[in-house]
């Protein structure tokens, strides 16, 4: 079992940053791979960024060179550096951690991009 609590979600201006949270109630060298999705409503929850145990990243096209996803090992802390923001990232950003064939997930934190 895999507690995950985010933070940082918030309102920002187009073209502002932003950086998400989610701390993990274990030990993240235990973790597959931590990940962070969106989702808009009545749509389906979309791949973000992820990062493997072993430090590999993946983005979404749509994100990439924008976005920056990192780990403190020490504080079980996953982020998501959320730069050059644009209207179309508005979601509601969830935190996922892969263990071998289970998924788990934090509550969700709400990004607003908007002037």
């Known amino acids: 079992q895999v507690q995950l609590v985010e933070s940082g979600g918030g309102l920002v201006q187009p073209g502002g940053s932003l950086r998400l949270s989610c701390a993990a109630s274990r030990s993240i060298f235990s973790i597959t791979a931590m990940g962070w999705y969106r989702q808009l409503p009545g749509k389906q929850r979309e791949l973000v960024a992820v990062?493997?145990?072993?430090?590999?990243?993946n983005y979404a096209d749509s994100v990439k060179g924008r976005f920056t996803i990192s780990t403190d090992n020490a504080k079980n802390t996953v982020y998501l550096q959320m730069n050059s923001l644009k209207p179309e990232d508005t979601a509601v950003y969830y935190c996922?951690?892969?263990?071998?064939?289970?998924?788990?997930w934090g509550q969700g934190t709400q990004v607003t991009v908007s002037s």
């Open positions: 990062i493997s145990s072993g430090g590999r990243r």
């Open positions: 996922n951690a892969a263990v071998l064939q289970s998924n788990y």
